[in-house]
Nanobody, 124 residues
Framework: VQLQASGGGLVQAGGSVKLSCVASGRRKSSDAVAWFRQTPGNERDWLAGINWNGGSTHYANAVKGRFTISRDNAKNTVYLQMNSLKPEDTAIYYC??????????????????WGQGTLVTVSS
């Protein structure tokens, strides 16, 4: 199984970016998926999580109301729509799938699969 994150780039503050995370090599797309981000010298921070059918979503306080996670299982793809971007949103964004022994805590789960990351740079 491979996860491919894409959609990053350079955007001005206040702008929007939509990230995609495509899963390949799977027979089913029925696992929970989460988005994280990381800046140099810092730990990876959880941003958002979505359950297998998209019926339940969860967000970190830092992005609630600005970011939206969604999925299209027919395309094996999970999205992260990011609006009202700020310079402090500059980071490498990662998607992760298939949390192990999942109890609903997206932030603390251990994930079986990780994407390679996509860089989002927000200019002021």
């Amino acid at each position: 199984v491979q996860l491919q994150a894409s959609g990053g780039g350079l955007v001005q503050a206040g702008g929007s970016v939509k990230l995609s995370c495509v899963a390949s090599g799977r027979r089913k797309s029925s696992d929970a998926v989460a988005w994280f981000r990381q800046t140099p010298g810092n730990e990876r921070d959880w941003l958002a999580g979505i359950n297998w059918n998209g019926g339940s979503t969860h967000y970190a306080n830092a992005v609630k109301g600005r970011f939206t996670i969604s999925r299209d299982n027919a395309k094996n793809t999970v999205y992260l729509q990011m609006n009202s971007l700020k310079p402090e949103d500059t980071a490498i964004y990662y998607c992760a799938a298939s949390p192990l022994y999942f109890n609903g805590d997206y932030a603390r789960a251990s994930y079986e699969y990780w994407g390679q990351g996509t860089l989002v740079t927000v200019s002021s």
